[in-house]
């Protein structure tokens, strides 16, 4: 057991291999889960979407274009820098795998500043469902259910990114104290795994809520 | 009968460690099973309690007990708690924990921390369900039907469905583990089709966990957000659609109902080779017609509101599917009944319940067949043919095939035996119970007694007598195995490694086993239920 890689080796494993397969197979199957939790709220919106077109293309359209689409520029860079932390971790290059996760981290904190200051737009424009939405006209009742699911589906996505930044958090602390090589990298490769579905996820979050609505845009 | 002296090992899972410590922070599966076992057993007879007050009350036909207020409580916790906090872990958390990882031959499932972790949660849920229920409960039912349970119930529906949301993490993490421990965890040799039919089942039932799971837990957030907020979601009032709601919790519970039985139907397909000496008769049918039964689960939801204003045409595809569920759930009862033709069958406690099994679920799952059968359906929604039926599944099918397997399961859980007279007697009074309380449903149902009222007309008082009854029979039932048990745990006699002459894996270890299961990693040649392979020796002990 001199070999630093079997130390790693947790007990219930014959293998690393076996180990490292086992973890991603599981972060594999929490993705399913995930696209399950996120499935629910995407059918409730297709729902509504059919059953109000106007009021939902409204409300689509009171959405930036701009601090949307720059968002997703961000989050696809992180998903980039992100790829590059895990080829880091995999050839050993332990400098470069810190850097590359600041990195990731840096631009998910940019990518949150900027949702809720878009949060803080739509508030002051009295489209805060609950808190403070007056708007008038025949669409108000659907378009605050616009409101209510761009919330939601934005803010579960956010809450996601938060656990993602806890976890990249972890993976710099463990790859400052040595946990990492090229023979045992697999946390960062699962937790990359994780950014890049809520990267995913966000690509379509941005086509049904930004998108939608484009051709009314006053830019 | 064993003639060779066996003793309990010196050193095993239940005494390499002591004290409270080593039991809440403890990673090995065969621990937290245990841990399952007394949260789930608490849960249970706080569920039952609540339905003994509902048969007590049902004595005379005005509700003599309780009110309407009250009894719609008591009806939605006895649903909550049996349906989240007891049938839904039942089986796979506690005897899938346990031999899930020594069936396929591994020293622990794939994710030990998480397996504990689950546990927590598990706790965490219950306990908030529970505080909802202590001050003041819940009165929508346990299907949350909205707006009822947005808008107008005042009682603690946010707390309540904060608890399940909390709970459903613990059933995804617990799906998780068991697919990539099954997966990735079997010993060498222990290939997909020689894996026990237990395995598979829990399998299925883990593919269930992790893609309804989730979805229930969105639709209980909406409900959530809907109820803080006062935001339209599903309240028709702010343009919301309530059957938006119906179809997002059936697309879970309609699943659920599979994460019920068909961690039963492992137990049982476990227990009828073993004690008719015969191998599974068409293995490799029960093990596709278990997959089949998941995925089919996945299609069949809009049967439950075929009243409730979907198109007629979805109505018609759910209800030609829903047949289809009938196929492989008679291929699963036939190749029981097969495996017992001209077997060697004895009549051991788990036998009993196996066999009482086998024709409980086949009442439950052809009134379910009326049931999807659209016309007799709406003449039936909503009446108690469509409890007896439920219950038929749930109590006949999925607490008949979890108690078989904590008998069948319990020599090598503790090392020491029940004491086997009594376990016959009271498998009997489950039986003889469980049938004087529901089947006297079916008829009221029939004839028309709706479900969910606290009063009922005069001329179903004797059905209605017949019934609870039968309810403290089954509930004496469920109490002496909880005394016997408790008592076999320190006086049963030494069980031996293999008291039924099993062929699995888990039965070729000491009984209690050892933390690692396995002296060394076991090497699997023979399929599963190989009896004529067995050892000469086996058979002499």
Redesign the interface.
């Known amino acids: 057991m001199a070999n630093p890689i079997a130390l790693l080796l947790r007990e219930q494993y014959s293998t690393p291999v076996q180990q490292r397969e086992t973890s991603k197979l599981g972060m594999w199957i929490f993705i399913m889960t995930e696209i399950m939790l996120f499935g629910g709220l995407f059918l409730a919106f297709s729902v509504y979407r059919m059953s109000f077109p106007q009021a939902f293309v409204k409300g689509s359209a009171d959405m930036s274009i701009v601090l949307g689409s720059i968002n997703t520029a961000v989050l696809i860079c992180s998903s980039f820098t992100m790829a590059l932390a895990v080829y880091s971790a995999e050839t050993g290059n332990r400098r470069m795998l810190t850097v590359f996760l600041i990195a990731t981290m840096i631009l998910g904190l940019v990518f949150l500043g900027i949702k809720f200051t878009e949060y803080y737009q739509h508030y002051l424009q009295h489209e805060a469902p609950a808190v403070w939405f007056d708007h008038t006209g025949p669409d108000s009742g659907h378009l605050e259910m616009f409101f209510v699911l761009y919330f939601l589906m934005t803010g579960l996505h956010a809450v996601h990114m938060l656990v993602g930044e806890g976890i990249l958090t972890a993976m710099v602390i463990r790859n400052h104290r040595g946990s990492f090589s090229a023979d045992y990298y697999t946390p960062v490769e699962i937790s990359g795994l994780y950014w890049h579905f809520v990267d995913i996820i966000w690509v379509f979050l941005f086509a049904i809520f930004y998108v939608e609505g484009l051709h009314l845009h006053k830019l | 009968m064993s003639t060779a002296v066996e003793t309990r090992p010196a050193l095993n899972y239940l005494n390499q460690e002591t004290g409270i410590r080593s039991w809440l922070f403890t990673l090995d599966h065969k621990r937290i099973g245990l841990l399952y076992v007394a949260s789930i057993t608490f849960f249970f007879f706080i569920g039952s309690f609540y339905a003994l007050l509902m048969r007590l009350s049902l004595l005379e036909p005005n509700g003599w007990l309780f009110g309407p207020g009250t009894y719609n409580k008591l009806f939605s916790m006895h649903g909550i708690i049996m349906v989240w906090f007891f049938l839904i872990p039942s089986i796979p958390t506690t005897l899938g924990n346990f031999f899930i990882p020594m069936m396929i031959g591994?020293?622990?499932?794939?994710?030990?921390k998480?397996n504990l972790l689950s546990w927590y949660i598990f706790m965490v849920g219950g306990l908030t369900t529970l505080f909802a229920m202590i001050h003041g409960g819940v009165d929508t039912g346990w299907t949350f039907y909205t707006p009822f349970s947005t808008s107008y119930s005042t009682t603690w529906v946010t707390t309540a469905a904060l608890g399940i949301f909390i709970a459903g993490f613990g059933s995804?993490l617990t799906?998780?583990?068991f697919?990539?421990t099954i997966?990735?965890?079997r010993a060498p040799g222990m290939t997909w089709f020689r894996l026990p039919v237990f395995i598979w089942s829990q399998y299925a039932t883990s593919i269930i966990l992790?893609?309804?799971?989730?979805?229930l837990?969105?639709?209980l957030?909406?409900i959530g957000?809907e109820r803080i907020?006062?935001?339209?979601?599903f309240d028709p009032a702010?343009?919301?659609?309530p059957v938006?709601f119906q179809h997002?919790f059936w697309f879970y519970s309609h699943p659920a109902v599979y994460i019920m039985i068909l961690p039963a139907m492992a137990v049982i397909s476990e227990i009828i080779p073993t004690f008719s000496r015969k191998p599974l008769f068409g293995y490799e049918f029960v093990v596709y017609a278990s997959m089949m039964i998941a995925a089919l689960g996945f299609l069949v939801w809009g049967h439950h509101m075929f009243v409730a204003g979907q198109s007629l045409y979805s109505a018609l595809t759910f209800s030609f599917l829903s047949y289809l569920v009938a196929v492989p759930s008679a291929i699963k009862v036939f190749n029981w009944s097969a495996t017992m033709y001209k077997g060697s069958v004895s009549w051991d406690t788990p036998m009993l319940y196996a066999i009482g099994f086998i024709g409980l679920f086949t009442v439950g799952g052809m009134t379910g067949l009326f049931l999807a059968a659209m016309g007799i359906d709406v003449h039936v929604t909503d009446t108690y043919f469509v409890v007896a039926h439920f219950h038929y599944i749930m109590v006949g099918g999925a607490v008949m095939g979890y108690l078989g397997g904590v008998h069948y399961f319990w020599p090598k859980i503790t090392g020491k035996m029940y004491p086997e007279g009594l376990a016959k007697l009271s498998a009997l009074i489950v039986f003889l119970g469980f049938n004087l309380t529901f089947f006297p449903q079916f008829i009221l149902g029939y004839m028309g007694m709706p479900r969910r009222y606290a009063a009922y007309a005069p001329e179903f008082h004797t059905l209605n007598v017949m019934s609870t009854a039968g309810a403290s029979i089954l509930g004496i039932g469920y109490l002496l195995p909880l005394a016997y048990f408790i008592w076999a745990w320190k006086y049963g006699a030494d069980a031996g490694p293999n008291p039924w002459r099993a062929t699995g894996l888990e039965w070729q270890t000491s009984s209690p086993p050892p933390r690692?299961n396995f002296e060394e990693?076991p090497v699997v040649t023979r399929p599963a239920y190989d009896f004529g392979g067995m050892k000469e020796e086996l058979h002499l002990g």
């Open positions: 591994a020293k622990d499932v794939a994710f030990p998480l995804i799906g998780l583990n697919i990539a997966h990735r965890m992790v893609l309804a799971t989730p979805v837990a969105i639709t957030l909406m957000v907020f006062q935001v339209g979601i702010l343009g919301g659609d938006l997002m690692d990693t």
